[in-house]
Every structure is written in C-alpha cells, then in structure tokens.
C-alpha cells in the first residue's frame, strides 16, 4: 500500500489525456461511415465505394502498425502522437475538399495510415506510467476511447452538417486532431524513474535496438486474431441479424447495436479490473475466461428465434459485448509486458498487424456462410467453433510472464 500511494499521481492526468487521443482519433474514423449519407449522393458514389473509404483507412493502419509501432520505440509517445493527429488531421481536412472517389479514396487511406501511430504510442505511455497491478485496467480505460470516439461522431457531426455541411464538418473533425497534437505535445511529459523497476517478472527489454522476440508474442497474437474475429463479425453483423432473423425493425437493430458497443465499454474495463486485482496481475486466465464466456454468448445466439423473449435477446447482445468487444485492454497489456517496455510500439504494432489481417479474411466469410446457407445460427455456431480453437491455442501455447 505504501508504494501504491507514493506513486506519481499524475499518471490519471496521463490516462485521460491518451483517452481523449483515442476519442479524438477515432472520431475522425467514424466520421468516415457517419457522414456517409451526406456525401454519398454529392460525391456520385455507390454503397460499395462508400465501404471501400473504410476499407482504405482500416487497411492503411494494418500496413504501417508494425513500422508505426517501431518509431514509437525510438521517437517516444511524444513525437509519435504528435505525428500520428498531424497526419490524421491533415488528411481529413483533404478529404473534406475531395472533389472525385479518387480523391477521397486517397485522403481515407492517408489517415489511416495517421490513426497507425496512435495506438502503439498510447500503449507505450500507459506502459511507461502504469505498474502491473493497474496496467490492464488502466489499458482497458484508454481503449474505451475508440467507442467513446464513435459515440461522440454520432452526436455531433449529424448537427454540424446541419450547420456547415458535411465539408464543414469532416473539416472539423479534422482540424480538431490537428490542433490535438500539439496539445498532447504541451501536456505530455515521461515519468520519472522506470516504472517497471518493481516489476520482476517481467521479462522487459531495456534497449528500443534490442530484438524483438516475435515467437513469444505469436501465441496471443493469433489467439487474439481470433477473438477480433468474433468481434468484428458481431459489431458488422447483429443489425442484420437482429432485422432479417429476429423481425426487427431497420431502426431498433441499429439501435441495439449500442447495447453491444456500450457492452464493449464495460468489459474494457471490467476485465482490466479483474486481470489486475482478482487475477494477481494474470493476464492468460482472463483471456481463457473471456474466450470460453464468448463463446457461450455465441451459441446462445444461435439458439434464439423471433419467439425468443426481447428481455434475453438483448442482455445477451450486451454480454456478447462485455465479452468479444472488452477483452483489448487486457491482451494489450499482456502484449507490453511480453514484449517489454523498450519494444511495446513494435510488439502491439505485430499483434495490430496479425490481428487486422485475420479480421479482414474472417470477418466477409461469417456473411459467406449466411448468404450460402441462409441461416445465422449455423454461422454463429461456426463463429463459436472458430473461438474455441482460438482459446485452445491461448491454453497451450501462450506464457504468461507472471507465471
């Protein structure tokens, strides 16, 4: 307790300021698919050309996680942060002006590749001033900020269309993170010592020119993959689910898919929560949990009807997101302490990069099996088939360092 109180209290100042970099990053991100039907019809494009914009920026931040993740170890949170909302804001505002597909395209694909650099520095910072008996929790709050920062999109920018059209406001959102960066520049500052001092079990590189030790981050690398699989394919899908299987109305199966999001937020920071103070600072036991509750949510929707009772269809949509959509901040401060505190930007930007890859493949082939079969509960049942290998892979191959 001692030690607990001597610590540096400025770390919650620090926490919130990488929270609200993830806000404000992600609310350029979202602003993509939340402004869709303002541009759409000015722009001249197609439903498929208006996910390609999403596609781009998602792609974007795949290709350049891992090098992104590698300035991080060398250039600081600092430097790294600011870079990543001067880029972000940048091409945002660009493709404000975007007078063509192409030329949007184009801008979409620019700030992806700006949002890369945000989350390995935002994990390094944490990292930096967070020991481990508060890192997951700690984690799990600043990844709260992605759906935070698309729940704030969806609540101002409608009204800023209103106010200065859909330019104005993609404009907006832009200069915003423009002007964050050098915000986040002012107020940053490192810690002082080495947080991780105390940490003995942890196996933590104290050169950024070390070699990073890509065999032991592979098991939950992959393992994870799977778990974003099941994530995005309940994030992409349950508004359909919810209007072509259940009966519900356009409107209500969008609307439910906030329960889920707001699912999401809890687990964030619940699981962090337990992973730091039930589980002793374990991180392996918590992701096996999560893993086998997923699945469970997932064979329970499978076995839904229209018949079934609304009073349990949706505290299972908000489950499933406690669950499939809460477990980052846990396996990102797992990955940090694999990897070690010298080499973290590289070591998320890995797992950044193997998880992404496996999302984008698996996720179109939940819609394949619904669209050959013509039934959601056999493509849940193979999505919670999907999750068990992922778990059993977790179980055997995966080393906690606390352990």
Same mark, same amino acid.
């Given at each position: 307790?001692?030690?607990? /109180? ?9 926490? /919130? ?39 781009? #920026? ?47 395209? /184009? ?13 390995? =520095? ?6 930096? +001033? #967070? ?6 929790? =700690? ?32 404009? /907006?959102?832009?200069? $915003? ?6 915000? #986040? +520049? #002012? ?17 933590? !590189? ?15 690398? *992959? ?22 299987a259940m009966g519900f109305s356009p409107y209500w199966a969008s609307q439910a898919l906030a329960l889920t999001q707001a699912g999401g937020m809890v687990g964030r920071i619940g699981w962090g929560v337990a992973s730091d103070r039930l589980f002793g600072g374990r991180r392996k036991i918590v992701l096996v949990v ?19 009772? $609304? ?11 406690? *669950? ?33 890859? *496996? ?5 179109? $082939? ?12 056999? !493509? ?10 992922? $778990? ?12």
């Amino acid at each position: 307790m001692d030690e607990a /109180a001597n610590r540096d209290r400025f770390r919650w100042a620090i926490l /919130a300021l990488i929270s609200a970099s993830h806000v404000i990053g992600a609310a350029a991100q979202y602003g993509i698919n939340t402004l869709a039907p303002f541009y759409k019809e000015e722009l001249g494009l197609s439903r498929a050309q208006v996910g390609l914009f999403f596609s781009a #920026f998602y792609l974007a931040m795949t290709g350049a996680s891992f090098g992104t993740g590698w300035l991080a170890d060398r250039l600081g949170v600092r430097k790294t942060s600011l870079q990543g909302h001067l880029i972000l804001g940048f091409c945002t505002l660009t493709a404000a002006l975007a007078p063509s597909f192409t030329w949007a395209f /184009a801008s979409f694909f620019l700030a992806g590749f700006g949002y890369s650099f945000l989350n390995p =520095a935002s994990t390094k910072g944490v990292m930096s +001033w #967070f020991h481990r008996d508060e890192r997951a929790t =700690a984690m799990g709050i600043k990844q709260t900020g992605v759906p935070a920062g698309g729940v704030v999109t969806a609540m101002l920018a409608p009204a800023l269309v209103l106010l200065i059209g859909w330019r104005g406001a993609l404009a /907006a959102l832009g200069m $915003i993170n423009f002007l964050f960066g050098f915000l #986040f +520049w #002012f107020f940053w500052r490192d810690p002082v010592g080495d947080s991780l001092k105390h940490d003995s079990p942890e196996r933590a !590189a104290n050169d950024a020119a070390a070699p990073l030790n890509i065999w032991s981050l592979l098991p939950v690398s *992959c393992g994870t993959a799977i778990y974003l699989v099941g994530q995005m394919a309940l994030i992409t899908y349950t508004p359909l689910y919810l209007k072509d299987a259940m009966g519900f109305s356009p409107y209500w199966a969008s609307q439910a898919l906030a329960l889920t999001q707001a699912g999401g937020m809890v687990g964030r920071i619940g699981w962090g929560v337990a992973s730091d103070r039930l589980f002793g600072g374990r991180r392996k036991i918590v992701l096996v949990v999560i893993g086998v509750s997923s699945a469970l949510m997932i064979l329970a929707l499978s076995l839904m009807t229209p018949e079934s009772p $609304i009073y349990l269809l949706l505290p299972l949509l908000f489950l499933a997101g406690v *669950c499939l959509v809460g477990y980052q901040g846990v396996s990102y401060a797992l990955i940090g302490e694999i990897a070690g505190k010298a080499r973290t930007g590289a070591g998320l930007g890995l797992m950044i990069t193997i998880n992404a890859g *496996c999302a984008t493949l698996g996720t179109p $082939i939940f819609g394949y099996i619904v669209d050959r079969t013509g039934s959601y509960a056999i !493509a849940w049942q193979v999505l919670g088939a999907f999750l068990t290998v992922g $778990i059993i892979g977790l179980v055997t191959l995966l080393k906690d360092p606390r352990e």
